[in-house]
Nanobody, 121 residues
Framework: QVQLVESGGGSVQAGDSLRLSCTAS????????MAWFRQFAGKEREFVAA???????RYEESLKGRYNISRDNVKNTIWLQIHSLKPEDTAVYYC???????????????WGQGIQVTVSS
């Protein structure tokens, strides 16, 4: 079993930046990438960004300019830096671990509990 622990969420003002973090308890043979998803109230989870352990990245195209994913392999940690936050960024953000920079929630085996990000105008 792999545990993913997210932190860094909260309430911020529009225009601010926010940095979310996710730390995995361990690495396994079936994990070579980690990802961020977000879920708006009443909707399904949506892909945000993914990164593998050689620093290949994949972004949802519409978020490419304001969202940045990064990693620290020594700490088994990934971050999501969000710039110029907008009210429409308000969602629960989830960390996931799996393989091959997948973009579908069903392709990920391990998930964090999710953290709330709320952006006020």
């Amino acid at each position: 079993q792999v545990q993913l622990v997210e932190s860094g969420g909260g309430s911020v003002q529009a225009g601010d930046s926010l940095r979310l973090s996710c730390t995995a308890s361990r690495r396994t043979f079936d994990i070579d990438s980690m990802a961020w998803f977000r879920q708006f109230a009443g909707k399904e989870r949506e892909f945000v960004a993914a990164i593998d352990w050689t620093s290949n990245v994949r972004y949802e195209e519409s978020l490419k300019g304001r969202y940045n994913i990064s990693r620290d392999n020594v700490k088994n940690t990934i971050w999501l830096q969000i710039h110029s936050l907008k009210p429409e960024d308000t969602a629960v953000y989830y960390c996931a671990a799996g393989r091959s920079l997948r973009m579908q929630p069903g392709d990920y085996k391990y998930w964090g509990q999710g953290i709330q990000v709320t952006v006020s105008s």
